[in-house]
């Protein structure tokens, strides 16, 4: 399914490209640790999600920003159970299609899975070789991978939910996506990645608060930002950003939510460096147009959202607390 949600594509792509975390830890991998149906979670599943979601969350942070991190709570919650928390939530919503395509007679052969696995092979043969995973667990998450596109696309495409007419997507355009320019001084190295010397951020800070001290002054926002932005992209997009939840560091969709249109934010730091953000107005017609297949997709996520939440609305889920908390997280391979 095109536009099916990104958990099971990032999950798979990472799967190709990273592995899944060898065993480690009191709980074996091949040990269940929830249900949704009768469709298993086992202990490699969750360590593996986990792998997945400490990645993202902390994988591009560097130096303190890493041990802040884990020192800060998410959510009223330690870093380590937020982690643990969300990869479970990933588990539970994929185990929720794959048994919805079971309850809609929809099936996947052990031939259909094993012929999607020698595809593969290379890939798969190096993850379980590099990370000592088993070639059972491999194969388990590509059986619920490939139940839950058949659902996706046999299923969910054919209703009306997810064929939206152009109304119902620019009422969804004008609710969540969100426009803005920014100026940017970046405070990490742009080919490493690796943070600045401590006395090139000071220099940095120094010229955002003087940019900063022009654009509340009324100096023009967007002649700033092309003279003296090191985003690349400015050249791309001249006149702003458009953009969902999920799709822009944290740091900068948060910081353009809470402007008001037109307003200019307070010198805002991310892992990329200081920004100064200017809030625009949507145009519902040109913006929309330029933007229409990001808006589908985005759209398509959350219509996935509200299915996964009935889904599970209406299954038994069981989980073993005490399985999943003894899996590692933060020193985890």
Known sequence: MKHMKKILA???????????????????????????GNEVITAGELKYAITIVKMQSVGQLQGDAVEEFWSTEKDGKDAESYIREKAME????????????????????AAEVDEEFETNQESYQQTISTYGTSE????????????????GERVLLSSERFNPSEEALKEYFAN???????????????????????????????????LLAKAKGGADFKALMMEHSEDSGKEQSPDGYVFAEGTMVPEFY?????LAENAVSDVIESSYGYHIIKRLPLDIETDFT?????????????????VVAELLATMEVTQDDAKIDAIPVRDAQ
């Open 10 to 36: 990032l999950l798979m792509t990472a799967l190709l490209c990273i592995g899944v975390l060898a065993g480690c830890g009191a709980v074996e991998d091949t040990q269940t640790v929830a249900k949704v």
């Open 90 to 109: 990933l588990l539970l919503n994929i185990a929720a299609m794959a048994q919805a395509a079971k309850d809609n007679n929809l099936t996947v052969t």
């Open 136 to 151: 059972e667990a491999l194969k388990a998450i590509l059986r619920k991978q490939m139940l839950y596109n058949k659902y």
């Open 176 to 210: 969540n996506f969100y426009k803005a320019q920014h100026i940017l001084k970046m405070t990490v190295d742009q080919t490493s990645g690796q943070p600045l010397a401590q006395a090139d951020i000071e220099a940095k800070k120094a010229e955002i608060d003087s």
């Open 254 to 258: 948060e910081g353009t939510v809470a």
């Open 290 to 306: 330029a933007n229409l297949s990001s808006v589908q997709s985005a759209y398509m996520v959350a219509e996935e959202d509200k």
